[in-house]
């Protein structure tokens, strides 16, 4: 399994962008994946995460961009999404995403970054004041 994180850069403080992860090897209908960062100086930490879940999909993001932040799939496309509006300079960090080998993630084991196997390399997301 290959993810392929894209769509970072540098934005203004209020702006917007949408990280791309492609994924290759797996399809992802059912895969629980996950957004983490990683700022400089600072241990990675968690994002959102999109979860599969007795049929139906859960998702569940971090207090500090919960309603700023919408983590997204295509399936068909076999990507998923991390839309990011209203940016904030603290928001500045390398993004990851990741996913597992098909463990069905509860809420709280999805935040935690060792329930991941499979990682992209980072997309830098660096937001100016």
């Known amino acids: 399994v290959q993810l392929q994180a894209s769509g970072g850069g540098l934005v203004q403080a209020g702006g917007s962008l949408r990280l791309s992860c492609a994924v290759s090897?797996?399809?992802?209908?059912?895969?629980?994946m996950g957004w983490f960062r990683q700022a400089s100086g600072k241990e990675r930490e968690f994002v959102a995460a999109?979860?599969?879940?007795?049929?139906?999909?859960?998702?569940d993001y971090a207090d500090y961009v919960k309603g700023r932040f919408t983590i997204s799939r295509d399936n068909a496309k076999n990507t998923v999404y991390l839309q990011m509006n209203s940016l904030k300079p603290e928001d500045t960090a390398v993004y990851y995403c990741?996913?597992?080998?098909?463990?069905?993630?509860?809420?709280?084991?999805?935040?935690?970054?060792?329930?991941?196997?499979?990682w992209g390399q980072g997309t830098l997301v660096t937001v100016s004041s």
């Open positions: 090897g797996r399809t992802i209908n059912t895969l629980d």
């Open positions: 990741a996913t597992d080998r098909g463990r069905l993630l509860t809420k709280t084991r999805a935040r935690n970054p060792f329930e991941y196997d499979y």
């Open positions: 999109i979860m599969w879940s007795g049929g139906s999909t859960v998702y």
